[in-house]
T-cell receptor, first 113, second 112 residues
Framework: SQQGEEDPQALSIQEGENATMNCSYK?????LQWYRQNSGRGLVHLIL?????REKHSGRLRVTLDTSKKSSSLLITASRAADTASYFC?????????????FGKGITLSVRP | KAGVTQTPRYLIKTRGQQVTLSCSPI?????VSWYQQTPGQGLQFLFE???????NKGNFPGRFSGRQFSNSRSEMNVSTLELGDSALYLC???????????FGPGTRLLVL
């Protein structure tokens, strides 16, 4: 079963606005990651946040993690048309041979010029 | 470092045939994971190999198989192709799961 569930499923905003995407999960994790996928291409890793971290920044990206609520959010500030893509959260759990990285279904972000 | 490469990039097969896809990971990465992506089912995990051993397998029929070689390159095979196997097949490499995965561009398979 898929661990991470993203919300909303689709998001449409105007260029320059901020985009916030959420991810919820059910079981304990070691880390949570966000990936971007442009249409029909491979996924690109954006950011990884570990379970003992609360917030992380990378350029225009800000990720928060609340392990008590089992949720994470990805904020893209000052969005651009080039940010139009699908965004996936992935939860990582460690368990020896059972270590896994489980992807959600993704969020489609459209940024209107 | 060179990125993850996948060959071929596009493939057209007919029902009943078999296909082999190849993935070359980033140098030094020992873990290779495979995913199937379709519009209806999203991104689904097929299997993960680490140092030539399959460590995890997703919920796919036995027609889907894979292997990893001593140089960490990996192949996946689909036998007796069905129309529903049409998809984008993605491979990703990492130092180990569940650390950051680096994806290849994918192989788009069309089954007619």
């Amino acid at each position: 079963s898929q661990q991470g569930e993203e919300d909303p499923q689709a998001l449409s905003i105007q260029e320059g606005e901020n985009a916030t995407m959420n991810c919820s999960y059910k079981t304990s994790i070691n880390n949570l990651q966000w990936y971007r996928q442009n249409s029909g291409r491979g996924l690109v890793h954006l950011i990884l946040i570990r379970s003992n971290e609360r917030e992380k920044h990378s350029g225009r990206l800000r990720v928060t993690l609340d392990t008590s609520k089992k949720s994470s959010s990805l904020l893209i500030t000052a969005s651009r048309a080039a940010d139009t893509a699908s965004y996936f959260c992935a939860t990582g759990s460690v368990g020896g041979a059972n270590s896994k990285l489980t992807f959600g279904k993704g969020i489609t972000l459209s940024v209107r010029p | 470092k060179a990125g993850v490469t996948q060959t071929p990039r596009y493939l057209i097969k007919t029902r009943g045939q078999q296909v082999t896809l190849s993935c070359s990971p980033i140098s030094g990465h020992r873990s290779v994971s495979w995913y199937q992506q379709t519009p209806g089912q999203g991104l689904q995990f097929l299997f993960e190999y680490f140092s030539e051993t399959q460590r995890n397998k997703g919920n796919f029929p036995g027609r889907f198989s894979g292997r990893q070689f001593s140089n960490s390159r990996s192949e996946m095979n689909v036998s007796t192709l069905e129309l529903g196997d049409s998809a984008l097949y993605l491979c990703a490499s990492s130092v180990r799961v569940p650390e950051t995965q680096y994806f290849g561009p994918g192989t788009r398979l069309l089954v007619l």
